[in-house]
């Protein structure tokens, strides 16, 4: 009679970052033997077509259920007339998505840097700290409509940012938007923002940046808060804080602060502005926490033409299609970068192989928390980390002809030839047992559409001390729950969908 026990088999130290492996196993007289759970992945469907038609994601859907608002999102990739050449669209993203990290990487060390030395006293030009979105690099993908003032704006979703801003008329320079620009003279409810205001003030937290006073246009008026954010990478918004009504399908959120764009420079790819959901109390969450309680989630769609995705404001878990059940984990709060969401990763399994840290004083994968991110793309961890689940993904994905390496994906293969294949599964596991159970289309990366040179879609970061993300690849198909005054934020396995 075969008996079933746990064995754990440990594994060398990896760049003094110690790990074992967890595999659930039976014990047979000649030894282990491990059964890797494996997905299987459709080549043909996995590749990025060209739609048919000429698609629009302006206008999109919305409808109200028990309390909460869904609105249709949409991957802006999809959302072009253009022809795409996909070969140039998937390598230039991945270029794009790395400098878009490493901008990131610094700019987090200029904050921590500059909140350790107590130096509250640096001019705008100093203190220029980005809201770290890759608006410039054209990797925030996902999009919703919402209505401001009585116009419908198309605008980029962005859990790493925290003010809402849209171009304005009159503007002195402004990118091509593909829905005319915002006139607040024609609003009826549109007022401006004085810049001796508390909300003025509170731009200092929200965005870096201190908010200072402008010009008015009737002279009896008081000054106006100018904004201004920078993104690190070149991109910037600059313009005057104003206050209008916003609708989210159905529901209507009076006196919404935003941003009115009069100076924007970026390839934001037609879109009409950007959505801020990070954590402060100018983001559309917080301001919007008496109508939704202070709760969003998101699925984000996969990469099949035609294919949408909901952004849910409010929480009931009858509007949401999940497979599994939500899964909490806590938000970790960092006092140096309060306005984004960091969780604390305690480990990775690999085809149900649980690589997990050891040292008995750490208990993260990640030193200080990882940051989950609607604006990156790809997923980075820490070196030491991804080199053990790297060495645990290629021992299981055995026997495939090996490609080059690309941009920031280290390990590729040649799947020319097969329409299907067998990958191991990969979950992510949190503190206090939450899962993040990988969707099949987010474990590899298609670089070229012939499948010669398919890889890992995980990266590393260049050093230790840098923080881990979780980018939007590896969210997709997934209910992603942001409960901010629970301060927990929730997974569950939902094939995305807003019909």
């Known amino acids: 009679m075969v008996d079933i026990m746990n064995i754990i088999i440990t594994v060398r130290p990896l760049l003094s970052f110690s790990l074992f492996l967890i595999c659930f196993t039976n014990f047979f007289a000649n030894g282990v033997h491990c059964s890797p759970e494996k997905k299987v992945l459709n080549l043909r469907d996995f590749q990025w077509k060209q739609p048919s038609g000429a698609p629009s994601c302006a206008s999109q859907n919305s409808r109200r259920v028990k309390g909460v608002t869904i609105l249709e999102m949409k991957h802006r990739d999809y959302c072009s007339e253009k022809v795409v050449d996909w070969k140039k669209k998937l390598k230039t993203r991945l270029i794009l998505d790395d400098v878009h990290v490493r901008s990131l990487q610094s700019q987090f060390k200029k904050r921590v840097s500059s909140n350790n030395n107590n130096n509250n006293n640096l001019d705008v030009s100093e203190a220029q700290i980005p809201l770290t979105s890759g608006i410039k690099l054209q990797i925030l993908n996902y999009i919703v409509t919402v209505e401001l003032g009585g116009r419908n704006m198309t605008v980029i979703v962005d859990t790493g940012s925290v003010l809402t801003w849209i171009q304005c008329q009159p503007c002195k320079s402004c ?34 940046n201190s908010g200072v006073c402008g010009a008015t246009p009737v002279k009896t008026s008081p000054p106006t808060c100018n904004y201004v954010v920078s993104y690190g990478d070149g991109s910037y918004t600059r313009g005057d804080l104003g206050r209008d009504s916003l609708r989210l399908g159905a529901t209507p959120v009076a006196g919404f602060v935003f941003g009115c764009g009069r100076s924007n420079m970026g390839l934001f790819g037609g879109a009409s502005g950007l959505m801020g959901l990070g ?221």
């Open 175 to 208: 990118y091509n938007q593909k829905e005319p620009l915002f006139t607040p003279s024609l609003s009826q409810t549109y007022q401006s923002i004085p810049c001796n205001s508390s909300t003025c003030q509170s731009l200092q937290f929200a965005t870096g």
């Open 279 to 499: 954590r402060s109390d100018l983001s559309l969450i917080s301001q919007a926490s008496s109508v939704f309680g202070g709760v969003f989630s998101y699925c984000l769609p996969s990469t099949e033409p035609g294919s949408s995705g909901s952004l849910v404001m409010g929480f009931d878990t009858s509007a949401y299609k999940n497979s599994t059940p939500i899964s909490y984990t806590k938000m970790v709060p960092n006092l140096q970068l309060p306005s984004f969401y960091f969780l604390n990763l305690t480990g990775i399994s690999i085809g149900g192989i649980e690589l997990r840290q050891t040292t008995p004083s750490s208990t993260t994968f990640s030193q200080g928390g990882i940051l989950i991110d609607s604006g990156t793309v790809i997923t980075r961890l820490a070196p030491s980390v991804y080199k053990a689940v790297k060495a645990e993904f290629v021992k299981q994905f055995s026997g495939f002809p090996l490609a080059p390496g690309f941009s920031i994906l280290d390990t590729c293969f040649n799947l020319t030839g097969y329409d299907e294949v067998n990958i191991p599964t990969m979950k992510m596991h949190f503190e206090g047992g939450a899962e993040l159970n990988i969707d099949v289309t987010g474990i590899l990366y298609m670089v070229k559409s012939d499948a010669s040179q398919i890889c890992l879609a995980l990266a590393s970061l260049s050093y230790a001390d840098e923080i881990a993300i979780i980018g939007n690849y590896q969210q997709k198909n997934q209910r992603v729950v942001y409960d901010t005054k629970e301060s927990k934020l929730g997974f569950a396995r939902e094939t995305c969908s807003f019909i």
